[in-house]
């Protein structure tokens, strides 16, 4: 008995019961989804919701560790989703005559398309990350943008020659029985549908122990002091370009994982999917959940995908009330007594008063 109330108290100290709640809000919502699809009491509308709510939800993870973590204001998620998009929908589409099995090409296109993701995250984030604040933001969305408009002009192609690349429309000599996978403006056609939403599952507990064991590591104090003071991060010994450069490889190795659940969900995908308004749509989630908060972050992406569908039938008055309900939302998370009213519920919980880890 005494040995459960350690487990019990280790489980929700200080430095666990965030990553704890965090878990179990995912593995509790798995299971009741679970349920009321084998019950035939969820709609088709939902349904066609979930894989792309475990997309976002990973990629506002992975956003919140670079913005809130780390304290960079990035711009360029969408642009690291669509790398991982499209390298996911190539690469099942080359696998599809040799591999049958759909989990085996969506596990390889998510683990290739973070690769890619976080390649083109590395180079870029060189010269990024010397820069700081409103200058930071706008290189990354030039960055995004120049991503969507490099997939808008790109044609790829295979056959039993190998691949074929081009920037020039009509220019892919494929021979008969070949694939085009990427056709330019049209994107990604034919695509066969693999994602699922267990692997989403997945994939968001997979991005909650990356991020928490590196915010409760060594490296994610030291990111942190980076953000809160980098003269005296410094001065202490730490390389704060490296540190900075942790935090945002890894942010956009979740978005091209994400972008490569993504991209696979659907039959046709287009280049403009991942335009300016999907990266500002996910740094949304992040700022309404808290920065550094991944619970938060969670249940923001939840609600604020859900509620469009919700409000459909309002038809005109939808995005009216959903703009609304943002406002309202964002004024009551930074309203001083409903902190204090959320410390003291905290304090009330079993093990008694513990200090707050996320803010």
Do not use: W
Request: hydrophobic share 50%.
């Amino acid at each position: 008995m005494e040995n459960m109330k350690n487990f019990f108290r280790t489980l929700f100290d200080n430095n666990h019961r965030s990553r704890t709640v965090s878990y179990l809000i995912v593995i509790i919502g798995y299971a009741v989804i679970e349920l009321m699809l084998r019950t035939g009491n969820l709609s088709s509308m939902f349904q066609s919701l979930l894989v792309p709510v475990t997309c976002y939800i990973v990629a506002a993870l992975g956003l919140n560790l670079n913005v809130g973590v780390s304290g960079e204001l990035n711009l360029g998620q969408a642009g690291f989703m669509s790398l991982g998009a499209f390298t996911g929908v190539c690469l099942s589409g080359v696998l599809a005559p040799v591999i049958s099995n759909g989990i085996i090409r969506l596990i390889l296109a998510i683990v290739l398309g973070a690769l890619v993701a976080s390649l083109f995250g590395f180079l870029i984030g060189i010269p990024v990350l010397k820069l700081q604040g409103d200058y930071l933001a706008i290189v990354t969305l030039a960055f995004g943008e120049i991503i969507k408009s490099l997939v808008n002009n790109l044609f790829i192609g295979f056959d039993q020659n190998g691949m074929q690349f081009s920037f020039v429309e009509n220019k892919l000599n494929l021979a008969p029985g070949g694939k085009a996978l990427i056709s330019g403006p049209m994107g990604a056609t034919g695509t066969q549908r693999i994602s699922t939403f267990t692997i989403g599952i997945i994939l968001v507990l997979i991005a909650l122990t990356i991020i928490y064991n590196i915010i409760y590591s060594r490296s994610g104090r030291a990111i942190q002091a980076c953000r809160d003071n980098r003269i005296a991060a410094e001065s202490v010994g730490i390389h704060v370009a490296n540190t900075k450069m942790l935090a945002f490889v890894i942010s956009a190795a979740l978005a091209g994982a994400a972008g490569a659940l993504y991209g696979l969900n659907y039959s046709t995908l287009v280049p403009a999917k991942f335009d300016f308004n999907l990266s500002i749509l996910v740094l949304v989630y992040v700022v309404l959940g808290g920065l550094g908060n991944m619970t938060g972050t969670i249940f923001s992406t939840i609600i604020l995908v859900l509620l469009p569908e919700l409000l459909r039938g309002l038809r005109d008055y939808r995005m009216l009330i959903y703009a609304v309900v943002l406002i309202v939302m964002m004024i009551l998370s930074n309203n001083e007594k409903v902190k204090e009213l959320l410390a003291k519920a905290r304090q009330s919980l079993p093990f008694g008063r513990t200090k707050e880890v996320e803010e």
